[in-house]
């Protein structure tokens, strides 16, 4: 199976950046649908994996919630998605290299932070709310709390932490691409998934899932989630778009431009901008 360089990640990004830009409406909410969806039943079954953990387990329990949460996102690259956090770092990155209009990246992210809210409020009531598996006993007790650590973040802080969770996811997403193997791919997904859920940052789409989950349960009011998104959603997006999207377009997809000005009289030979995907590793 194929594997690709920096360089060549870099490019087909900004391909898969482009097409996603221009799918047509209906294809984007199908697709926004079933990733918030997915990133939502990834977190469902890592509450439902460490709620009733015993609590002598500590940092432990976490890690195996962490390490069972990226099959969200699996799904969603493998299977087929369209996730905002994802698309926070392939379309602007299309956007830098001048392959699309502003207007079209701003359309796509907020079709798909539309849909994307819709799928994961789907598994939120019916499989958490209307089925019981998030509002009862400990996996209640869970929820509750989860959602209240994030709700008691400052904005600021909310922001920082949308910008770790996005730089990591992103990165899985650019992994996902490095390679045409499955297996390649999930191995790609996994680390850097699992990091940020380990380390607890927030990521905007998962928070569709669980807010709304404690919400549904008699826990917290709808301004109180509102005034988690926006931070979290602008960290994610500064996350994905600048610290992955902006670096590897610095590095690797910006042209150079050339500071030597040719001296009356003397003879000039033309020069070809190096290849970028030539020999970067």
């Given at each position: 199976?194929?594997?690709?360089?920096?360089?060549?990640?870099?490019?087909?990004?900004?391909?898969t950046?482009?097409?996603?830009?221009?799918?047509?409406?209906?294809?984007?909410?199908?697709?926004?649908?079933?990733?918030?969806?997915?990133?939502?039943?990834?977190?469902?079954?890592d509450?439902?994996?460490?709620?009733?953990?015993?609590?002598e387990?500590?940092?432990?329990?976490?890690?195996?919630?962490?390490?069972?949460?990226?099959v969200?996102l699996?799904?969603?690259?493998?299977?087929?998605?369209?996730?905002?956090?994802?698309?926070?770092?392939?379309?602007p990155?299309?956007?830098?290299?001048?392959?699309?209009?502003?207007?079209?990246?701003?359309?796509?992210?907020?079709?798909?932070?539309?849909?994307?809210?819709?799928?994961?409020?789907?598994?939120?009531?019916?499989f958490?709310?209307?089925?019981?598996?998030?509002?009862?006993?400990?996996?209640?007790?869970?929820?509750?709390?989860?959602a209240?650590?994030?709700?008691?973040?400052?904005?600021?802080?909310?922001?920082?932490?949308?910008?770790?969770?996005?730089w990591?996811?992103?990165?899985?997403?650019?992994l996902?691409?490095?390679?045409?193997?499955?297996?390649?791919?999930?191995?790609?997904?996994?680390?850097?998934?699992?990091?940020?859920?380990?380390?607890?940052?927030?990521?905007?789409?998962?928070?569709?899932?669980?807010?709304?989950?404690?919400?549904?349960?008699g826990?917290?009011?709808?301004?109180?989630y509102?005034m988690?998104f926006?931070?979290?959603?602008?960290?994610?997006?500064?996350?994905?778009?600048?610290?992955?999207?902006?670096?590897?377009?610095?590095?690797?997809?910006?042209k150079?431009?050339s500071?030597a000005?040719?001296?009356?009289?003397?003879?000039?030979?033309s020069?070809?901008?190096?290849?970028?995907?030539?020999?970067?590793?």
């Open positions: 199976m194929a594997s690709y360089k920096p360089g060549q990640i870099a490019e087909k990004t900004v391909e950046g482009v097409a996603k830009a221009n799918n047509p409406w209906t294809v984007s909410v199908v697709l926004g649908f079933l990733a918030g969806a997915f990133i939502a039943l990834g977190f469902l079954l509450i439902r994996v460490i709620a009733s953990a015993p609590k387990w500590g940092s432990i329990a976490t890690f195996i919630g962490a390490a069972v949460f990226p969200g699996v799904l969603v690259l493998i299977a087929g998605g369209e996730l905002l956090t994802g698309n926070m770092m392939a379309v990155l299309a956007r830098w290299a001048g392959r699309i209009k502003t207007g079209a990246m701003l359309r796509n992210l907020v079709i798909i932070t539309l849909s994307n809210f819709v799928g994961a409020l789907f598994v939120a009531f019916f958490g709310h209307v089925l019981g598996l998030t509002e009862a006993g400990p996996y209640l007790d869970k929820v509750v709390d989860m209240g650590h994030k709700l008691h973040d400052s904005f600021l802080q909310s922001f920082i932490s949308g910008i770790g969770c996005n990591l996811v992103a990165l899985a997403v650019w996902a691409y490095s390679t045409d193997s499955i297996g390649g791919k999930i191995m790609g997904i996994w680390f850097p998934t699992m990091a940020f859920v380990a380390i607890g940052f927030q990521h905007v789409v998962a928070n569709m899932f669980l807010i709304p989950a404690a919400i549904f349960a826990h917290f009011s709808w301004a109180d509102i988690n926006i931070p979290v959603w602008l960290g994610n997006l500064v996350g994905g778009s600048l610290f992955v999207a902006g670096a590897y377009w610095l590095a690797y997809l910006k150079p431009h500071d000005h040719p001296v009356s009289g003397t003879q000039t030979t020069s070809v901008a190096p290849n970028p995907l030539s020999d970067r590793a």
